[in-house]
């Protein structure tokens, strides 16, 4: 069954340092989403990302944040500046075009850990 | 905003027995709606949908029930198994939006055997 793979599975960093997290989306799907789960709390939505643009972001993606799809397959975001607030689990999805509007099969990874200390 | 917290409200059922897991959402405008699942370090798994049309949809063992009048979703799992015990949650889509989800705090029902 087709999945969506993220890397690191975790991630420990310094505060203020640069951290790039990986996805592998499933491969004919054409939207793609960050979204995190602080621990014990609700999972958020960061940003949305379409025909090689931002379609939609929430205040949580400032400007440290950025996306980027470098090539045919990854999916990344960079946090610029990592802040203690930051600690999170991020979860990469994606959906296909199929189903148009409605479909409801976003396809979460497993999610990368980041812990900054 | 959103309240959030660390403990989530809990379910426990007996094998066999049906479970409803209740949510409330916060968005009059929401068109669209989704219950997911997530085991212990995975990510959220897609269980089912309904359109804000609809007031009943049904799965394999799962029914979804809305009622916009109080904006209340459920989700009715039927002979709960050990493999349901999760947290779920639910999830609500703006009318204008490009998919951005607004996810619930999350129920965590445990099936005991």
């Known amino acids: 069954e087709p999945e969506v793979t993220q890397t690191p599975s975790h991630q420990v960093t310094q505060m203020g340092q640069e951290v790039i997290l990986r996805c592998v989306p499933i491969?004919?799907?054409?939207?793609f989403y960050w979204y995190r789960q602080i621990l014990g709390q609700k999972v958020e939505f960061l940003v949305s990302f379409y025909n090689n643009e931002i379609s939609e972001k929430s205040e949580i993606f400032d400007d440290q944040f950025s996306v980027e799809r470098p090539d045919g397959s990854n999916f990344t975001l960079k946090i610029r500046s990592t802040k203690l607030e930051d600690s999170a689990m991020y979860f990469c999805?994606?959906?296909?075009?199929?189903?148009?509007?409605?479909?409801?099969?976003?396809?979460f990874g497993e999610g990368s850990r980041l812990t900054v200390l | 905003g959103e309240s959030v917290g660390l403990h989530l409200p809990t379910l426990s059922v007996q094998e066999g027995d049906n479970s409803i897991i209740n949510c409330a959402y916060s968005?009059?405008?929401?068109?669209?709606f989704i219950w997911y699942k997530q085991e212990s370090g995975k990510g959220p798994q897609f269980i089912i949908d309904i359109r804000s049309n609809m007031d009943k949809r049904q799965g394999q063992r799962v029914t979804v029930l809305l009622n916009k009048t109080v904006k209340h979703l459920s989700l009715q799992i039927a002979a709960t198994q050990p493999g349901d015990s999760a947290v779920y949650f639910c999830a609500e889509r703006a009318r204008d939006s490009s998919y951005k989800l607004i996810f619930g705090s999350g129920t965590r029902l445990l099936v005991r055997p």
């Open positions: 491969s004919n799907h054409l939207y």
């Open positions: 968005n009059s405008a929401s068109d669209y």
């Open positions: 999805a994606s959906r296909s075009i199929a189903g148009g509007h409605y479909t409801g099969e976003l396809f």
